[in-house]
């Protein structure tokens, strides 16, 4: 017997995914997994990646719409081609995708070149506004996340850059990169 899975996804903490969930329970998914995290890659996605390993010959993988599967027409034909190998169907409860037929492929995939083209768009004009900032004299960047100076006293006093880290609560690369930056 086909199992129906949903995947609900996300891409900011604040954001709510229940009304995905209800949509796809309503559209008759046994099971429904949901995370909050960025579309743009599949990496990180655990949940997409349990639902993908999960998926058997004859079930079906639903989403709402084919922007909380992928953002990335490559992502995109790379899940779409793995389930068609694998005998999975996919279907969107808010977009007449059916991967069974020439039309519904097609659709599917200029779905998934708007969706990257949106996200391509975001990040154009993002880096546009940082542009402009910094030009102004407004933007100085993300704030740094070591005190500099504590981390170059310890490292001065032959602490590691492992220990430095652990003491700072902060990423072992982000005390490598400090220590280099004070170098040159």
């Given at each position: 017997?086909?199992t129906?899975?949903g995947?609900?996804?996300?891409?900011?903490?604040d954001q709510d995914?229940?009304?995905?969930?209800?949509?796809?329970?309503?559209a008759?998914?046994?099971?429904?997994?949901?995370?909050?995290?960025?579309?743009?890659?599949?990496?990180?996605?655990?949940e997409?990646?349990t639902?993908?390993?999960?998926?058997?010959?004859g079930?079906?993988?639903?989403?709402?719409r084919?922007?909380?599967l992928a953002?990335?027409i490559?992502?995109?034909q790379?899940?779409?081609?793995?389930?068609?190998?694998r005998?999975?169907?996919l279907?969107?409860?808010?977009?007449?995708?059916?991967?069974?037929?020439?039309?519904?492929?097609?659709f599917?995939?200029?779905?998934?070149?708007?969706?990257?083209?949106e996200?391509?768009?975001?990040?154009?004009?993002?880096?546009?506004?940082?542009?402009?900032?910094?030009?102004?004299?407004?933007y100085?960047?993300?704030?740094?996340?070591?005190?500099?100076?504590r981390?170059?006293?310890?490292?001065?006093?032959?602490?590691?850059?492992?220990?430095?880290?652990?003491?700072?609560?902060?990423?072992?690369m982000?005390?490598?990169?400090?220590?280099?930056?004070?170098?040159?």
């Amino acid at each position: 017997m086909a199992t129906i899975i949903g995947y609900a996804r996300v891409s900011t903490t604040d954001q709510d995914v229940s009304i995905q969930e209800a949509a796809l329970r309503a559209a008759g998914c046994s099971i429904v997994r949901a995370e909050k995290v960025s579309g743009t890659s599949t990496e990180g996605r655990e949940e997409l990646n349990t639902v993908l390993q999960f998926l058997r010959a004859g079930d079906v993988l639903v989403v709402t719409r084919i922007d909380r599967l992928a953002r990335s027409i490559r992502d995109l034909q790379n899940i779409v081609h793995d389930l068609k190998a694998r005998g999975v169907s996919l279907r969107a409860t808010e977009q007449p995708i059916d991967t069974s037929t020439a039309a519904g492929k097609c659709f599917l995939d200029m779905l998934g070149v708007f969706a990257e083209f949106e996200t391509n768009l975001r990040r154009e004009r993002q880096l546009e506004g940082i542009a402009k900032a910094k030009a102004e004299g407004i933007y100085k960047g993300r704030k740094p996340s070591i005190d500099r100076e504590r981390a170059l006293a310890l490292h001065a006093a032959g602490k590691g850059a492992t220990e430095i880290a652990n003491e700072l609560g902060c990423h072992r690369m982000s005390v490598y990169r400090l220590i280099e930056g004070a170098r040159q």
